[in-house]
Nanobody
Framework: QVQLAESGGGMVQAGGSLRLSCAAS?????????MGWFRQAIGKEREFVAS????????AFADSAKGRFTISRDNTKNTVDLQMTSLKPEDTAVYYC??????????????????WGQGTQVTVSA
């Protein structure tokens, strides 16, 4: 069982930046998991944003995130970050991090993730 906690959400104007972080609970190790970021806007399904393999060797991004978002991880700190730049109002959503035991794979489906955090709200105003 892995417990994840997201942080870094907030309100920002369009064009601004935010850095989200996902951390494992004390004593838990994320370096056996691939990690991903997803988001869910009101009235919509949870959608893939970005993912990264266990050692950071490969990453994947949704088309909406390419060129604007970066995913990274620090296995010594058991954290995974999502740096978001050039934010748009349509990026407004609750952002979730997930952990997948398929550690060599940049998973894009919610069903491929085994553990989830509680989410952090990101609101981008026009």
């Amino acid at each position: 069982q892995v417990q994840l906690a997201e942080s870094g959400g907030g309100m920002v104007q369009a064009g601004g930046s935010l850095r989200l972080s996902c951390a494992a609970s004390s004593g838990q190790n994320l370096n056996t998991y691939a990690m991903g970021w997803f988001r869910q806007a009101i009235g919509k399904e949870r959608e893939f944003v970005a993912s990264i393999t266990w050692n950071g060797g490969r990453t994947a991004f949704a088309d909406s995130a390419k060129g604007r978002f970066t995913i990274s991880r620090d296995n010594t700190k058991n954290t995974v970050d999502l740096q978001m730049t050039s934010l748009k109002p349509e990026d407004t959503a609750v952002y979730y991090c997930g952990a997948s035991i398929r550690k060599y794979y940049t998973a894009r489906l919610t069903t491929e993730y085994d553990y989830w955090g509680q989410g952090t709200q990101v609101t981008v105003s026009a």
